[in-house]
């Protein structure tokens, strides 16, 4: 496809299950970030791969938070035990190469969580 | 604690007019910095962006300006048209990343 596209567009979960987010990224771009946006703020960072490991994961708020990119082009973020506080939009971009200086990332629509 | 803040959270302003919304920064070391423009259900879009090395970068209608001794910057969009209307987002690289401020709504009247 011509951009960065997430699936599902929403979810809506009960509180404690797992949920997984997928993003496929423009092709053959590299650098794949993870953000989440909550109600009025801007998005946050959550974690960045370069190919298919990940190069900075300091975003994760916490071991229930995990993502893959096992063939260096679509990932998956993966929530354990979901919590009402993990109510948000998360956004997937993509770069053509690493980090973000003079270049930028395109971001895909995202996917609206809702715990309930 | 915020990194990048935008005090603003919106801006109304009368097509034709100039529009100016305001960022500003804690981290002397962020190197690039990046305006995203972001309509409803829809990801953010680049707008404009500025290398630290420089103060002043133009794109049309769209200018940013930055100040690096009050770590300060702003984009100027003139003249504002009613499909201005969406939430703008100042970002800063450091590290490969963005570090987003908290984004202002911007309004333009016909």
């Known amino acids: 496809g011509a951009g960065v596209s997430q699936t599902p567009s929403n979810k809506v979960t009960e509180k404690g299950k797992y949920v997984e987010l997928r993003c496929d990224p423009i092709?053959?771009?590299?650098?794949l970030y993870w953000y989440r946006q909550s109600l009025g703020q801007g998005p946050e960072f959550l974690i960045y791969?370069?190919?298919?490991?990940?190069?900075?994961d300091s975003g994760l708020p916490n071991d229930r938070f995990f993502a893959v990119r096992p063939e260096g082009s679509v990932s998956t973020l993966k929530i354990q035990r979901t919590e009402r506080g993990d109510s948000a939009v998360y956004l997937c971009?993509?770069?053509?190469?690493?980090?973000?200086?003079?270049?930028?990332?395109?971001f895909g629509q995202g996917t609206r969580l809702t715990v309930v | 604690d915020q990194q990048v803040k935008q005090n603003s959270p919106s801006l109304s302003v009368q097509e034709g007019r100039i529009s100016i919304l305001n960022c500003d920064y804690t981290?002397?070391?962020?190197?690039?910095f990046l305006w995203y423009k972001k309509y409803p259900a829809e990801g953010p879009t680049f707008l404009i962006s500025?290398?630290?090395?420089?103060d002043k970068n133009e794109d049309g209608r769209f200018t940013v300006f930055l100040n690096k001794s009050a770590k300060h910057l702003s984009l100027h969009i003139v003249p504002s048209q009613p499909g201005d209307s969406a939430v703008y987002f100042c970002?800063?690289?450091?590290?490969?990343?963005?570090?987003f401020g908290q984004g202002t709504t911007l309004q333009v009247k016909p």
């Open positions: 971009a993509s770069s053509l190469i690493p980090g973000l200086v003079n270049t930028e990332a395109f």
């Open positions: 092709s053959g771009h590299t650098a």
């Open positions: 791969f370069q190919g298919t490991g990940a190069a900075d």
């Open positions: 981290n002397s070391m962020f190197d690039y």
């Open positions: 500025i290398s630290s090395i420089k």
């Open positions: 970002a800063a690289h450091t590290g490969g990343k963005l570090i």
